[in-house]
């Protein structure tokens, strides 16, 4: 593997074998040795409908695969936090796309960042330079405070977005680091969610993302799509390189996608294939085909 290129893994599955190609999935990327240890694990679902619908939402057997594997590598503090948004519920959500038995078989603890006993939010002052969220909140940018010092796991799916065009680990920051306001971002949502990965880098132990493409959505996502099934699994410690990838997977140039390029061009991630390293049952040639 080359030094200077991001790493991301991309795994073949089935429906008999979906939680052992997780473990593969997750040691090919390095998920263990991205993640610091003796810390709370965030894992950060994607509820883009509270109703069960094949792509628009994470999977129960991603958050099984994903769970089993940090409790074999040694992380046992492990937390799902979810949000809410103007058309959703996330508690039935989490009903609906069945990821209640999953939290219930490991005894996960469920957190709601809209829910002040749960957790606070705090103004942010980010260390790097911002490109529309200090424009945006001139009064400050507010974030939970959970999120501080901890790992974050972002378990998104790979699907088409009526604001970004594509949609997978990038956006997943979107509802876990700001509030209902952020609708006000949606004229630059892609500014925006180069903002929110600085501040990402800025204040989480670590950042891995785990995105489900067994049935990839298609069409005005994240809800109104065609599922087409993949049956693939790709994770990453590079939010920008695997975005790219799945990116390109559904048919578009990574580059030509605002939010990955200027993620690459401000020096947060990997938006180039020809500097990304496909591992596992896929290789960078055949993403660029």
């Given at each position: 593997m080359s030094s200077n290129k991001a790493i991301v893994a991309a795994v073949r599955t089935t429906p008999e074998t979906v939680i052992e190609d997780y473990a593969r999935l997750l040691d090919l990327a390095g998920m263990k040795q991205t993640l610091k240890p003796n810390t709370t694990t965030i894992l950060k679902n994607n509820i883009s409908w509270h109703k069960l619908y094949p792509s628009a939402n994470t999977t129960p057997w991603q958050i099984e695969g994903v769970t089993k594997k940090l409790?074999?590598?040694?992380?046992?503090?492990?937390v799902v936090v979810e949000n809410r948004t103007v058309v959703t519920d996330a508690k039935q959500g989490e009903f609906l796309n069945n990821f209640k038995p999953v939290h219930d078989k490991f005894g996960l603890p469920v957190k709601y960042n809209f829910n002040p006993n749960d957790m606070r939010w705090v103004t942010y002052e980010p260390k790097g330079p911002m490109l529309v969220l200090d424009k945006i909140f001139p009064k400050g940018i507010r974030i939970p405070s959970y999120f501080f010092d901890r790992n974050v796991v972002h378990l998104p799916t790979v699907k088409?977005?009526?604001?970004?065009?594509?949609?997978?680990a990038l956006k997943n920051a979107f509802g876990a680091l700001l509030d209902k306001s952020r609708h006000y971002c949606h004229p630059q949502i892609h500014e925006t969610l180069v903002d929110l990965l600085r501040i990402q880098h800025e204040i989480q132990a670590s950042t891995f993302a785990v995105a489900d493409a067994t049935t990839a959505g298609s069409g005005p996502g994240p809800r109104t799509m065609t599922p087409v099934v993949k049956n693939l699994l790709l994770a990453s410690s590079d939010q920008v390189a695997i975005d790219a990838v799945?990116?390109?997977l559904v048919g578009m140039?990574?580059?030509?996608?605002?939010?990955?390029?200027?993620?690459?061009?401000?020096?947060?991630?990997?938006?180039?294939?020809?500097?990304?390293?496909?591992?596992?049952?896929?290789?960078t040639a055949e993403v660029k085909r």
């Open positions: 409790k074999q590598d040694g992380f046992d503090d492990i088409t977005h009526i604001y970004t065009d594509y949609t997978c799945a990116a390109k140039d990574p580059m030509s996608i605002p939010c990955i390029r200027l993620s690459h061009e401000g020096g947060l991630g990997k938006g180039r294939i020809d500097e990304i390293e496909i591992v596992g049952d896929m290789d």
